[in-house]
């Protein structure tokens, strides 16, 4: 079962950048599509980005297209979330996920198996 640990939150003022990584272990990683959600104080958890196993194809929720960047290295076994122009309701905690299906939009509604435990964004006003 794959294991995995986020990193690179922190706080930010409004129009600035974070790059968030998220190492996996426990797993052959081009195995899973990986994601991040995110769940702001008070709010459900909700869809960010995600990118397919090969890492040749992103997806992107409305609210932050054209701001962040997903990608992934296979050999570091890692995903990255680059995050521009922050907004303070970008504020949440932010999760990655992995799941071994191929499907991004039913991942992206419906969630991932595999969780991290979450590192925290604060974007300042």
């Known amino acids: 079962q794959v294991q995995l640990v986020e990193s690179g939150g922190g706080l930010v003022q409004a129009g600035g950048s974070l790059r968030l990584s998220c190492v996996a272990s426990?797993?052959?990683?081009?195995?899973?599509?990986m994601g991040w959600f995110r769940q702001a104080p008070g709010k459900i958890r909700e869809f960010v980005a995600a990118i397919t196993k090969s890492g040749d194809i992103p997806y992107y929720a409305n609210s932050v297209k054209g701001r962040f960047t997903i990608s992934r290295d296979n050999v570091e076994s890692t995903v990255y979330l680059q995050m521009d122009s922050l907004k303070p309701e970008d504020t949440a905690v932010y999760f990655c996920a992995a799941d071994s299906s191929d499907k991004l939009v039913a991942l992206s509604l419906y969630g991932m198996n595999y969780w991290g435990k979450g590192t925290l964004v604060t974007v300042s006003s």
């Open positions: 426990e797993g052959t990683f081009s195995s899973y599509t």
